[in-house]
């Protein structure tokens, strides 16, 4: 394994669920935390807790949705920073509906957040990567990039979409020194299990993945060595639960 002590890892997404459990794991590791998410107050309670480790975490409240801003934003962001050793795109909204009652306004919603924030928040810190001559990019998708499920389709397929982005995203920045993965869990018990677009579910979350499991797998693939890549993870529920 690589050694991240004093690594510095942007998270997205990162005051609740998969984000928050993956920056605690990054700070057990002695990797510094910028981290993101539209919720000022929440951010920086994860702050706290990741400071108490060790490491420095800044918090820097962002709406993903506002995307025409979004790639100088990070641009300026990573300036900031001096350097960004490690790229988490974890935010993402679910959706359940059949695709005949999904309007217009809710597909383009999801694939804003899903796809396109990745896009511009990605190419916002892929100069400061290059010039370091490397980093790694993780894209946390979900198994519904991978099979489809009914009443799913608007989420699938910008998962699918995302899956498409981050090969494309690995072939093209190889020769730059990044290493790009992306994260496909099966069902996750996380307070997006919450939200007025995923209500319609029903789903056992007793019977799901913690955030935490995924967040070790995350660490994981960035532990690997410089040499080394592991460009697709697929994690699932061992309860039964997709």
């Known amino acids: 394994m690589t050694s991240t002590q004093g690594q510095l890892a942007l998270i997205t997404g990162a005051s609740s669920g998969i984000g928050k459990a993956t920056a605690l794991a990054f700070a057990e590791a002695g990797i510094n935390l910028a981290l993101l998410s539209r919720s ?61 009652d999904t309007s217009l306004a809710d597909w383009e919603r999801v694939f804003r957040l899903n796809v396109t924030s990745v896009l511009e928040a990605t190419c916002g810190i892929l100069p400061t990567m290059r ?59 996380t307070p ?3 939200t007025d677009t995923m209500d319609k579910a029903g789903f056992d979350r007793n019977s799901m993945l913690t955030p935490d499991a995924v967040a070790q797998a995350i660490l994981q693939a960035v532990q690997l060595p410089q040499g080394a890549v592991l460009e697709e993870m697929t994690i699932m529920p061992s309860g039964g639960a997709f």
């Open 192 to 194: 997006i299990w919450e």
């Open 40 to 100: 000022q107050d929440k951010l920086e309670q994860v702050a706290i807790a990741a400071r108490e480790l060790g490491v420095t975490a800044e918090v820097f409240p962002c709406d993903l949705l506002d995307v025409e801003q979004l790639r100088d934003r990070f641009a300026t962001l990573a300036q900031k920073l001096g350097k960004v050793d490690i790229l988490v795109n974890n935010a993402g909204i679910g959706y359940i509906n059949s695709l005949s």
């Open 131 to 189: 010039a370091k001559g490397g980093g790694v990019i993780i894209n946390v998708s979900s198994i519904a990039g991978k099979q489809a499920f009914p009443n799913w389709g608007a989420y699938s397929a910008s998962k699918f979409a995302l899956m498409g982005f981050s090969q494309s995203l690995a072939a093209e920045e190889r020769e730059h020194g990044i290493r790009v993965t992306a994260i496909c869990p099966g069902a996750v018990n």
